[in-house]
């Protein structure tokens, strides 16, 4: 069966290749045969003063040729056909229409309508709808916003424009931003009406006319359980609206990365060692066995003698010689990182004539990391086409090629590849980045086996992990789709569509002889490994649409289809367990057997749906639609699934007399009921697939690639999970979770209602918009008997609810299109999650993620964690050893340290323009919530925080090592932490966690002095096993400015009689000012507490590069 499957897919593959091949060379050719020649029809569009109105929208009638307006109103547009007409819209006026004739010069004043709202706006499957008569949330914005202050990612740049929708963008190279829509993550992508299943690195930003945000099911349920937390539509670019006529379009960026906004700072007084002692290439393993890591706690930087990484050898001795210790590399993180660059280049070809358009586009993006040997290019292709073969029939496609390619991707993660690992944890300035450059520098070195590195045998020198440590990644990413409409009469029309994702990832790690992985055991002989993961989705639609005008009174727009959406995925992780030769990364060349896994999925959804709109008189509109999904991921019995929605909107200034200030005035609301099984958004390696652990566990550190999917997860089948080989041989192990035969599918209620608004003139606009929405039974893996020969049992578990506000306030303060004008666009958005009920009547339930026994009504983004321990006038309570006691560890134990989600996230945009100059400037943030600095935890134990030497613990630090005679002897502890201690009575416990006796406890000022080192170790290893989390907690409030752009655009008349039609130059800077409470580490990226689909609550965060500012200039040419 699976060889069939194989057969079948590279055949299905193979008629797509020659499908799109086809396809591309009729549009070509029939493109070019189109131009012919043409009028050029052009004038000028004022209101009833006289004033020009730039920006109206002019098309040729029922074509898709148009044009805009100018700042003065100006307009030109090529008209073949003389008896064609042209119509002026514009918010907010009436709109036009004039038949074109045998006029060159056609002037237009247009009249007001302020009870009329005429934008379209693009809804789920690519249908479009006045936004008038929509009755859900939905927010445009043009894509030609996003392309001058860029970033590497096109989806980071929607950060803050969207109310509702967070962004929270990654530093690292090739990193995927983490996209939360109210509260929810794993949000569709949609191109052109059509999902695609992959990440956002494989659309051009360039080729983008706009971005559509679905929020939430109501407005995205005719996606079926994909669409349960809203989707991202992006419509792309088609042929240029002046018919016949070529349009060549160059656009060029560059900028770089000279400086950083968020980085972990570190001291520069003591260097490495332990108890202000140090000792060349000693105590590399503890007395149990487990290596010892670097840490910074060694002798004060003052000149003294001590034996280092560059000292002289005796050479009758042997014995290494003191050297000068002294503070070398204060700057060694600043040193090793290079200027990053991102530099993006794209050019378009587009055409338009009576029956067809045409664009080709191509795009590349590199990359330059600022970590050394590390690069990222990304080339785009992309084609788009439609052809009227004749006035009923027409023809549209899109296909999109993207190929990714690194020869380096840097890890950064907790673990001896990561950079802030190295440098900002457990780096010491005693030893200068300089002088590593040669990795392999003897005698030390040897060449191929063995590195070079200021700290013998424990660490990894950074130039060796950034040439040799190599993290290769290829991928090639395919997407299209071809649409064939035909218009059966005046309302009626047949469509036919079908659709393909497709895209193959190759990543391969080359682990080299010397390299510290933390692997068990410690032989450091190297490793390669080999990760392929391949996905192949089709979707075929049929669809019919009905339009028409019943009466004077209702008018009806009503679609129906079906869609066939088939799956595939399998992927394989290979690693070989030690190398036999040095720098030959083969499987061959492993020393023990290879350990390699595989893993398979398909799924196949069978769908019917329809949508109909009902509007009376243009200002009252019922909308509803249903969806049926027979999904094969669920119990036979249970699969089929109905997802119905229905909303209304009116537009109430049509028929009420309302203040003169109120131009227009819609409300909304709205109702869906989105269902959803077994099929997870992402996924890891065929490792983590098939034994549900992460790669780490196996070799030791690192984190876990994962990359879209979007497919089934298997939770509910009872299944052998093979494991790592033991002495050699295969082991498998029987699941430990009960399938479930009635298992349902989970439930996503919501519930909207808003208002939507124009004031004075339509020059201030509000739109306000509340949501509730009710999220289960989730399913859930309950604890069971362990007598029942399981763990767990699959169920439906557990429901919670959701609610939230969203506000955007958009205002033009100046509008004057000769002068000075000013725009200003404002989002705010909050909301709150809690628990609202649990399986079979319970009222408690432990969430793993968090950590914590939840009860109905409790939010669920807290953090839990152990606590100071306090007497009861507010003082910490030190253990008799001088340390801070605490609490056993254990669930019960924890407290509530803080919300995990901001309490609000905001922004705000301005856009200045005077004649041909603009200036716009964005700032945004979050306000609220908690999360453990993992960076300021880590540094703080290792002694490599700032912290550490200032204030009390800096003169406590001092002390103590003038009391060690230059390090020769026991440091004499110094530091008394605040506090007090117990000095009758015994502590107890409740099963709380709390002190059940602590009013019978007596207590005195501590008095008991530790060292430094001992303080601060033993509150983050703890006293009694429970690391005191509440010392590493910190605000996530920040507030960034996001961008800045000043533009300028070349006057028209400059370039009268030229091939050249526009020009326009941007200075642009990104990321320029960041504010927090710590800055060593970015907020930015960690959108979400709580993910009320996996039940988790972010809790400690791996290392993250830093954060860097970057500045630039971005030049638009169009011929």
């Given at each position: 069966?699976?060889?069939?499957?194989?057969?079948?897919?590279?055949?299905?593959?193979?008629?797509?290749?020659?499908?799109?091949?086809?396809?591309?060379?009729?549009?070509?050719?029939?493109?070019?045969?189109?131009?012919?020649?043409?009028?050029?029809?052009?004038?000028?569009?004022?209101?009833?003063?006289?004033?020009?109105?730039?920006?109206?929208?002019?098309?040729?009638?029922?074509?898709?040729?148009?044009?805009?307006?100018?700042?003065?109103?100006?307009?030109s547009i090529n008209v073949a056909d003389p008896s064609a007409t042209l119509t002026y819209s514009f918010?907010?006026?009436?709109?036009?229409?004039?038949?074109?004739?045998?006029?060159?010069?056609?002037?237009?004043?247009?009249?007001?309508?302020?009870?009329?709202?005429?934008?379209?706006?693009?809804?789920?499957?690519?249908?479009?709808?006045?936004?008038?008569?929509?009755?859900?949330?939905?927010?445009?914005?043009?894509?030609?916003?996003?392309?001058?202050?860029?970033?590497?990612?096109?989806?980071?740049?929607?950060?803050?424009?969207?109310?509702?929708?967070?962004?929270?963008?990654?530093?690292?190279?090739?990193?995927?931003?983490?996209?939360?829509?109210?509260?929810s993550t794993n949000l569709l992508l949609v191109v052109d009406g059509v999902p695609i299943n992959s990440?956002?690195?494989?659309?051009?930003?360039?080729?983008?006319?706009?971005?559509?945000?679905?929020?939430?099911?109501?407005?995205?349920?005719?996606?079926?359980?994909?669409?349960?937390?809203?989707?991202?539509?992006?419509?792309?670019?088609?042929?240029?609206?002046?018919?016949?006529?070529?349009?060549?379009?160059?656009?060029?960026?560059?900028?770089?990365?000279?400086?950083?906004?968020?980085?972990?700072?570190?001291?520069?007084?003591?260097?490495?060692?332990?108890?202000?002692?140090?000792?060349?290439?000693?105590?590399?393993?503890?007395?149990?066995?487990?290596?010892?890591?670097?840490?910074?706690?060694?002798?004060?930087?003052?000149?003294?003698?001590?034996?280092?990484?560059?000292?002289?050898?005796?050479?009758?001795?042997?014995?290494?010689?003191?050297?000068?210790?002294?503070?070398?590399?204060?700057?060694?993180?600043?040193?090793?990182?290079?200027?990053?660059?991102?530099?993006?280049?794209?050019?378009?070809?587009?055409?338009?004539?009576?029956?067809?358009?045409?664009?080709?586009?191509?795009?590349?993006?590199?990359?330059?990391?600022?970590?050394?040997?590390?690069?990222?290019?990304?080339?785009?292709?992309?084609?788009?086409?439609?052809?009227?073969?004749?006035?009923?029939?027409?023809?549209?496609?899109?296909?999109?090629?993207?190929?990714?390619?690194?020869?380096?991707?840097?890890?950064?993660?907790?673990?001896?590849?990561?950079?802030?690992?190295?440098?900002?944890?457990?780096?010491?300035?005693?030893?200068?980045?300089?002088?590593?450059?040669?990795?392999?520098?003897?005698?030390?070195?040897?060449?191929?086996?063995?590195?070079?590195?200021?700290?013998?045998?424990?660490?990894?020198?950074?130039?060796?992990?950034?040439?040799?440590?190599?993290?290769?990644?290829?991928?090639?990413?395919?997407?299209?789709?071809?649409?064939?409409?035909?218009?059966?009469?005046?309302?009626?029309?047949?469509?036919?569509?079908?659709?393909?994702?497709?895209?193959?990832?190759?990543?391969?790690?080359?682990?080299?002889?010397?390299?510290?992985?933390?692997?068990?055991?410690?032989?450091?002989?190297?490793?390669?490994?080999?990760?392929?993961?391949?996905?192949?989705?089709?979707?075929?639609?049929?669809?019919?649409?009905?339009?028409?005008?019943?009466?004077?009174?209702?008018?009806?727009?009503?679609?129906?289809?079906?869609?066939?959406?088939?799956?595939?995925?399998?992927?394989?992780?290979?690693?070989?367990?030690?190398?036999?030769?040095?720098?030959?990364?083969?499987?061959?060349?492993?020393?023990?057997?290879?350990?390699?896994?595989?893993?398979?999925?398909?799924?196949?959804?069978?769908?019917?749906?329809?949508?109909?709109?009902?509007?009376?008189?243009?200002?009252?509109?019922?909308?509803?639609?249903?969806?049926?999904?027979?999904?094969?991921?669920?119990?036979?019995?249970?699969?089929?699934?109905?997802?119905?929605?229905?909303?209304?909107?009116?537009?109430?200034?049509?028929?009420?007399?309302?203040?003169?200030?109120?131009?227009?005035?819609?409300?909304?609301?709205?109702?869906?009921?989105?269902?959803?099984?077994?099929?997870?958004?992402?996924?890891?390696?065929?490792?983590?697939?098939?034994?549900?652990?992460?790669?780490?566990?196996?070799?030791?550190?690192?984190?876990?690639?994962?990359?879209?999917?979007?497919?089934?997860?298997?939770?509910?089948?009872?299944?052998?999970?093979?494991?790592?080989?033991?002495?050699?041989?295969?082991?498998?192990?029987?699941?430990?979770?009960?399938?479930?035969?009635?298992?349902?599918?989970?439930?996503?209620?919501?519930?909207?209602?808003?208002?939507?608004?124009?004031?004075?003139?339509?020059?201030?606009?509000?739109?306000?918009?509340?949501?509730?929405?009710?999220?289960?039974?989730?399913?859930?893996?309950?604890?069971?008997?362990?007598?029942?020969?399981?763990?767990?049992?699959?169920?439906?578990?557990?429901?919670?609810?959701?609610?939230?506000?969203?506000?955007?306030?958009?205002?033009?303060?100046?509008?004057?299109?000769?002068?000075?004008?000013?725009?200003?666009?404002?989002?705010?958005?909050?909301?709150?999650?809690?628990?609202?009920?649990?399986?079979?009547?319970?009222?408690?339930?432990?969430?793993?993620?968090?950590?914590?026994?939840?009860?109905?009504?409790?939010?669920?983004?807290?953090?839990?964690?152990?606590?100071?321990?306090?007497?009861?006038?507010?003082?910490?309570?030190?253990?008799?050893?001088?340390?801070?006691?605490?609490?056993?560890?254990?669930?019960?134990?924890?407290?509530?340290?803080?919300?995990?989600?901001?309490?609000?996230?905001?922004?705000?945009?301005?856009?200045?323009?005077?004649?041909?100059?603009?200036?716009?400037?964005?700032?945004?943030?979050?306000?609220?919530?908690?999360?453990?600095?993992?960076?300021?935890?880590?540094?703080?134990?290792?002694?490599?925080?700032?912290?550490?030497?200032?204030?009390?613990?800096?003169?406590?630090?001092?002390?103590?090592?003038?009391?060690?005679?230059?390090?020769?002897?026991?440091?004499?502890?110094?530091?008394?932490?605040?506090?007090?201690?117990?000095?009758?009575?015994?502590?107890?416990?409740?099963?709380?966690?709390?002190?059940?006796?602590?009013?019978?406890?007596?207590?005195?000022?501590?008095?008991?002095?530790?060292?430094?080192?001992?303080?601060?170790?033993?509150?983050?290893?703890?006293?009694?096993?429970?690391?005191?989390?509440?010392?590493?907690?910190?605000?996530?409030?920040?507030?960034?400015?996001?961008?800045?752009?000043?533009?300028?655009?070349?006057?028209?008349?400059?370039?009268?009689?030229?091939?050249?039609?526009?020009?326009?130059?941007?200075?642009?800077?990104?990321?320029?000012?960041?504010?927090?409470?710590?800055?060593?580490?970015?907020?930015?990226?960690?959108?979400?507490?709580?993910?009320?689909?996996?039940?988790?609550?972010?809790?400690?965060?791996?290392?993250?590069?830093?954060?860097?500012?970057?500045?630039?200039?971005?030049?638009?040419?169009?011929?």
């Amino acid at each position: 069966m699976g060889q069939l499957s194989t057969v079948l897919y590279c055949q299905h593959w193979t008629n797509w290749r020659r499908l799109l091949g086809i396809f591309i060379i009729l549009s070509i050719l029939t493109n070019c045969a189109a131009l012919a020649q043409s009028r050029l029809v052009s004038g000028r569009v004022t209101d009833g003063k006289g004033n020009a109105l730039p920006g109206v929208s002019i098309l040729i009638k029922n074509t898709s040729a148009g044009t805009t307006a100018d700042a003065d109103g100006k307009y030109s547009i090529n008209v073949a056909d003389p008896s064609a007409t042209l119509t002026y819209s514009f918010i907010g006026f009436n709109t036009e229409s004039h038949p074109v004739g045998n006029q060159s010069v056609i002037d237009v004043t247009m009249t007001e309508n302020t009870a009329q709202l005429n934008e379209v706006i693009v809804t789920a499957l690519g249908i479009k709808k006045e936004a008038r008569t929509i009755g859900y949330t939905a927010q445009e914005i043009a894509g030609s916003q996003l392309v001058k202050a860029r970033e590497p990612n096109p989806i980071n740049s929607l950060v803050g424009k969207i109310a509702g929708l967070t962004v929270a963008p990654s530093a690292e190279l090739l990193g995927k931003p983490q996209l939360i829509l109210r509260g929810s993550t794993n949000l569709l992508l949609v191109v052109d009406g059509v999902p695609i299943n992959s990440d956002t690195w494989n659309v051009s930003a360039d080729d983008i006319a706009t971005y559509t945000v679905l929020k939430g099911p109501n407005a995205a349920a005719l996606y079926g359980f994909r669409g349960q937390n809203g989707a991202i539509l992006i419509t792309t670019k088609r042929g240029t609206g002046d018919k016949n006529r070529v349009e060549v379009d160059v656009n060029s960026s560059t900028m770089v990365e000279p400086g950083f906004v968020a980085v972990p700072d570190r001291q520069s007084e003591y260097g490495f060692g332990v108890n202000y002692q140090y000792a060349y290439g000693n105590n590399l393993y503890d007395s149990d066995g487990k290596f010892r890591r670097t840490n910074i706690w060694g002798p004060r930087f003052e000149g003294q003698a001590v034996p280092q990484y560059d000292s002289p050898v005796d050479p009758t001795t042997g014995i290494r010689q003191g050297t000068p210790w002294v503070s070398r590399g204060a700057n060694n993180f600043r040193d090793f990182m290079q200027m990053g660059v991102l530099s993006t280049n794209n050019v378009s070809i587009a055409s338009s004539g009576e029956k067809h358009d045409l664009r080709l586009s191509i795009s590349n993006n590199y990359q330059k990391g600022m970590v050394p040997n590390t690069r990222l290019n990304v080339t785009n292709f992309n084609l788009n086409s439609g052809i009227n073969f004749t006035d009923r029939l027409r023809f549209e496609g899109n296909m999109n090629l993207s190929l990714q390619n690194s020869p380096n991707i840097p890890q950064a993660s907790s673990g001896p590849e990561g950079e802030t690992y190295i440098f900002q944890v457990y780096g010491s300035s005693s030893w200068s980045v300089k002088d590593m450059r040669d990795y392999y520098k003897g005698p030390q070195g040897v060449p191929g086996v063995k590195q070079y590195y200021a700290e013998y045998g424990r660490g990894n020198n950074p130039y060796f992990v950034s040439y040799e440590w190599l993290n290769e990644h290829r991928k090639t990413d395919l997407y299209g789709y071809a649409r064939l409409t035909y218009k059966l009469n005046d309302h009626i029309n047949l469509a036919a569509r079908t659709q393909v994702t497709t895209w193959n990832q190759f990543r391969t790690e080359k682990v080299p002889f010397s390299a510290i992985t933390y692997k068990t055991p410690d032989l450091r002989q190297g490793d390669y490994r080999e990760d392929r993961r391949n996905l192949f989705e089709n979707n075929t639609d049929l669809l019919v649409s009905f339009d028409k005008n019943l009466n004077r009174d209702f008018h009806l727009n009503a679609i129906a289809g079906g869609n066939l959406r088939l799956f595939s995925y399998n992927s394989s992780w290979a690693t070989t367990d030690f190398l036999i030769v040095p720098g030959v990364y083969d499987f061959s060349n492993s020393k023990n057997p290879v350990q390699a896994y595989n893993f398979r999925s398909d799924m196949q959804v069978l769908s019917g749906y329809y949508t109909a709109d009902l509007t009376f008189r243009n200002y009252l509109t019922l909308s509803t639609t249903g969806r049926v999904d027979k999904l094969s991921t669920l119990p036979a019995a249970t699969r089929n699934i109905f997802y119905p929605s229905a909303s209304v909107s009116t537009v109430v200034s049509d028929y009420l007399n309302l203040p003169r200030a109120i131009s227009f005035l819609k409300l909304r609301g709205s109702y869906a009921n989105v269902r959803g099984a077994n099929t997870q958004a992402m996924i890891g390696s065929a490792y983590q697939a098939v034994t549900g652990n992460s790669v780490s566990s196996l070799i030791g550190y690192g984190s876990e690639i994962t990359t879209s999917y979007d497919g089934p997860n298997y939770v509910n089948q009872n299944s052998y999970t093979i494991s790592k080989l033991y002495n050699n041989q295969p082991s498998a192990s029987y699941t430990g979770n009960l399938a479930n035969a009635s298992l349902k599918s989970f439930t996503v209620k919501s519930y909207e209602f808003g208002l939507d608004a124009k004031f004075l003139g339509n020059r201030l606009g509000l739109d306000v918009t509340h949501f509730t929405s009710i999220n289960g039974p989730q399913i859930f893996q309950l604890p069971v008997a362990s007598s029942s020969g399981f763990y767990n049992e699959t169920v439906n578990a557990v429901t919670t609810q959701k609610n939230g506000w969203e506000v955007a306030l958009s205002g033009s303060v100046l509008k004057n299109p000769t002068g000075l004008s000013w725009d200003v666009l404002a989002n705010w958005s909050t909301f709150k999650e809690r628990l609202k009920s649990i399986y079979d009547g319970q009222t408690s339930i432990n969430l793993s993620g968090p950590d914590h026994v939840f009860t109905i009504g409790d939010r669920l983004d807290g953090y839990y964690g152990y606590k100071y321990l306090r007497s009861p006038d507010g003082q910490i309570i030190q253990s008799s050893t001088g340390v801070p006691l605490t609490t056993p560890a254990g669930t019960n134990y924890k407290k509530l340290l803080g919300y995990t989600n901001p309490d609000y996230v905001w922004s705000i945009n301005n856009r200045f323009a005077y004649k041909n100059v603009n200036f716009s400037f964005q700032f945004d943030g979050r306000v609220g919530g908690v999360i453990y600095d993992q960076v300021y935890a880590y540094a703080t134990n290792s002694g490599n925080q700032m912290e550490t030497v200032t204030g009390d613990l800096g003169a406590a630090r001092l002390k103590e090592w003038q009391s060690t005679n230059g390090g020769t002897v026991a440091a004499t502890p110094a530091y008394v932490g605040p506090g007090v201690v117990i000095t009758n009575g015994t502590v107890q416990f409740d099963n709380a966690g709390n002190i059940s006796n602590l009013s019978e406890l007596q207590f005195a000022p501590n008095q008991k002095a530790v060292t430094v080192q001992t303080y601060e170790q033993g509150i983050y290893n703890s006293y009694n096993g429970a690391s005191i989390d509440e010392k590493y907690m910190v605000s996530k409030t920040y507030g960034k400015l996001r961008e800045v752009i000043l533009g300028y655009t070349l006057p028209a008349r400059l370039l009268a009689g030229r091939r050249i039609r526009s020009v326009n130059v941007s200075l642009v800077g990104r990321n320029l000012l960041y504010f927090a409470q710590r800055k060593d580490f970015d907020l930015d990226q960690y959108g979400i507490g709580f993910n009320s689909a996996t039940q988790s609550t972010l809790r400690n965060p791996s290392l993250q590069s830093a954060t860097t500012r970057r500045l630039g200039i971005n030049i638009n040419l169009t011929f």
